[in-house]
């Protein structure tokens, strides 16, 4: 889809759609007011019938408008104007989009608010158009149910706004969240850890970046036996991708981002072994792992002034014969000992050697994504990624750039009393609670035993990795989460704490 901006009048702009909103206290208004004018008070008539009421994602479409050029106009509700911001502007635009896509429109215009004429407006609008053309339908054969859309012209922008670099880097953005997605849609015979690596390797040599793949041999060497011990089930060897962004000119000491993503590339819990039902979800446990990719494939292009480290250990947890059996002690690379009481608690397991791993590359800053525990979804359902921080500074950091990218994430507890939860009978920690309740908790505490005091945020998302059901604004399946808050991060990252 290519997007420019038009600078034409409303009136004047050709497109098969000319879309715009409108909120809910004062639907006919502003530039809808003007329009309302020109159609010689259509808008107020739909509104005083109760078929234009701005609610949240209302669309109403009226043909061959009168007093525009375009060949239709959409009218979609962006609710409470006090609650509006950027994340629901993207939102809105990708859920205009899939309803023009689905009635056969292929080029859009989209005329923002009076009071959206800037550049973050811009991005987000981008951001939302690419994202919700995209489609998981790349299995499918015959014809696609819909044809993706030709171009979109943002309109409604003052002359200073910089809407064409707001487009760019958008796009940037977008494209690579959606090369997450990607990733995490392939199914698990597919996507292996050998195979993820590879695809990992081959973005980092498009975009010019250093890449390096750890092979079982390797992460033996390195007494990665943690992660080894999750990998023991499965015929598929585990894999760590390390890729490194280095800026042009970095200051001596400056500080260094270690992004490390759980990529468990299919969880079937083990020995400790899943329900079959749902279970073929369970492709999406790479999430974490997906993201870090994405991320990285942003930044390449976007070229933020500090340095970034991805690690991304990858490996199946599969109930083969030689697969490690509840009650097996394993050493990480830390050193530690660890009792696994549960073989499905086995992302804690892999992160514990990542960040390990991270660490002895010399990061000064951590930031880990995992789809972790069944009880983050209990505690915040598919709604917010859960947010775990020792470092308040950093956390609060990580929660602005969370807010500026329009993820919706929530900070949750990390009192010490947690802490002995996961210690220990016959090692020195265990990789599940004896206790009941606080499932995330918990396992926030088990990684951060390896993390010491290196300020450190974890991501929880395993209720927001995934939608389950087609939503307006993006159809089902990965949804790329945390790519956008984590690039923000980087892109913000110049001084140390
Ligand atoms: N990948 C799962 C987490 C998960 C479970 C995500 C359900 C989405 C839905 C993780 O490896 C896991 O199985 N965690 C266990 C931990 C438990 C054994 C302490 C869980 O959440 O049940
Ligand atoms: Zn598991
Ligand atoms: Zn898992």
Redesign the pocket.
Known sequence: MKIITESRPTGAIEAQALVTYAFEEEPISGRIAEIDQAAGGLLKRLASGGELTGKMLEMTLIHAPAGLKAERLLVVGAGKKEKFNSGELRKLAGAALRYLKTRGVKRIAFLVRETDANAASAEAVTEGLLLADFEADKYKTGKKKSEPIEWAALAGWDGASGADKAIECGRIIAESQNFTRELANEPSNIMTPKVLAERAAEMAREQGLACEILDENRIEELKMGALLSVAQGSVEPPRVIAITYTPVNPAPNSPVLGLVG?A?TF?T?GI?I?PAA?MD??K??MCGGAAMIGVMRALAMLKPSVKVIAIIPATE?MPGGKAQKPGDIQIAMSGKSIEVL?T?????LILADGITYARSLGVTHLVDA????????VALAGINTGVFGTNQAFTDKLLVSAKAAGEKMWPMPMDDEYRDMVKGTYADIQ???NGKGG??I??AMFIREFVDDVPWVHLDI??TA?YDDTKPWMPKGATGVAVRTLIDLAMNFTSAK
């Open positions: 759980k468990v969880d819990g400790s899943k749902d979800k369970m999406f446990d947890n549960n499905d608690a086995e992302g804690r995992a789809t972790l525990t069944g009880a983050i979804v990789n599940i609670s499932g995330s918990t396992g395993a209720g995934w």
